[in-house]
């Protein structure tokens, strides 16, 4: 007996389709990804005019942003470069005309045939990185059977946090290189502080940054020393990028967060509040002040269980609620529990009343961790300093190309 086919899927039901929808926040259904054009353009300037002032290229960091409209605002009118998480954003940036697309995530044999789809991509670069002589000799025997498809850069590990060929490990990394050196693939090294994130002030994050250009220049000039050609010297997190004094043969910054901001990045000194460029839109659903309780429809799915907050003096436990106009705090208002499509508000100290809202008031949650948060949603509603709906931006899921 014949099965019938099931039916076509209507537009919208994927990430990626059109869909309709309403011209305000108002009337959006929720939960939903708010992005603010103008907190994004502001930021995204600032770390271009950032990155020339220290004299390096900027490289953006798209994790956070998995997004082509966002990646083009953070690069501006600068060389398409960009730094991805995954092989499916590979492919997306470099179909999407980037030039030089770098997958800061260590490579192994299995993934190469994906790496190199993504790399069909687009007539752009891809470059790969690597921290063993077990991964080096399977990108080389993969090169010289398949052709020169890929650059590499060795990963170091500067702060003991990440992947990495261990600080002073000279050995490793010179059999590292031997390895690459015929398919002529070896292209530089990079690192990420990654340490940088227990800092909580100024004079902490720069002395972060200045770790981590000692160590990817010592490398490099290991490499040098060596024989190897050594262009690339590629380093950066979000608050080493703010907060550098100097990149002293470092070649690129790359960082990502700072286009969007969060609330643990505004209480580590790097944004402030106001920067914060992405909320998630909420509906209050269930409002029962004898019990003391206040929900909203979004839980752990669109809010994501990150509490980096925790860490902090201003712990704002799942999110910080803010007003629909605008995503300004609402004075001590956060999420305070959350279940999987359930959210719980309350007074952080006690003195605001939460039971000000009304069943069905929409709000704005400004998130702990942009990159955790955003990655629950396959759509930014756009936005521009206010509650109008100017577009909807399809975000890049999955890990594959």
């Known amino acids: 007996m014949a099965v019938e086919a099931p039916p076509s899927p209507p537009a919208g039901a994927r990430g990626h389709d059109p869909v309709r929808q309403p ?8 939960p939903a990804l708010i992005l603010d054009l103008a907190r994004l353009q502001r930021n995204a300037r600032r770390m271009r005019e950032r990155a020339a002032s220290l004299g ?3 490289r953006p960091h798209m994790k ?6 966002v990646g083009d605002i953070l690069v501006g009118d600068g ?3 960009a730094t991805v998480s995954t092989l499916a954003e590979a492919a997306g940036f470099l179909g999407h005309g980037y030039s030089d697309v770098l997958y800061a995530v260590g490579i192994v044999g299995a993934k190469l045939p994906e790496a190199a789809r993504a790399a069909a991509a687009g007539p752009g670069r891809l470059s790969l990185v690597l921290d063993s002589t077990a991964a080096a000799d399977a990108v080389a025997a993969f090169l010289a059977a398949q052709g020169p498809l890929f650059d590499v850069l060795i990963e170091v590990d500067c702060d003991g946090t990440r992947a990495g060929v261990p600080p002073g490990e000279r050995d490793l990394l010179l059999a590292i290189a031997a390895r690459l050196a015929p398919s002529g ?7 990420h502080a990654g340490g940088s994130y227990g800092g909580r002030d100024s004079d902490a ?3 972060a940054a200045e770790q981590e250009r000692q160590a990817a220049v010592a490398a490099a000039e290991t490499l040098r020393a060596a024989g190897h050609a050594c262009p690339v010297v590629s380093v950066g997190s979000t608050p080493t990028a703010t907060f550098a004094r100097h990149l002293a043969g470092v070649t690129e910054l790359r960082a990502g967060v700072y286009g969007f901001g969060d609330l643990f990045q505004a209480g580590i000194g790097v944004c402030a509040v106001e920067d914060i460029a ?3 839109l909420a509906s209050v659903i269930s409002r029962a002040p004898e019990r003391g309780r206040l929900l909203v429809d979004a839980g752990f799915l669109a809010l994501s269980r990150d509490r980096a907050t925790a860490e902090l003096a201003d712990d704002w436990g799942f999110g910080r609620v803010g007003r629909l106009a605008d995503a300004s705090p609402i004075a001590d208002l956060m999420i305070a529990a959350t279940n999987q499509e359930h959210g719980r508000i309350v007074s952080r100290g006690g003195g605001t009343d939460p039971f000000a809202l009304a069943l069905g008031d929409r709000v704005r949650i400004l998130p702990n961790h942009a990159c955790a948060t955003a990655a629950g949603h396959d759509r930014y509603l756009l936005v521009d300093g206010g509650a109008a709906i100017l577009d909807v931006w399809p975000r890049i899921g999955g890990w594959v190309a």
């Open 278 to 280: 992405i909320s998630v």
């Open 56 to 58: 390096v290229q900027l």
């Open 23 to 30: 011209d305000r926040l108002a009337d959006a259904l929720t």
């Open 64 to 69: 956070t942003a998995k997004s082509l409209r």
């Open 205 to 207: 994050h720069a002395a």
């Open 185 to 191: 693939a070896l292209r530089g090294v990079m690192t």
């Open 79 to 81: 060389p398409r470069l």
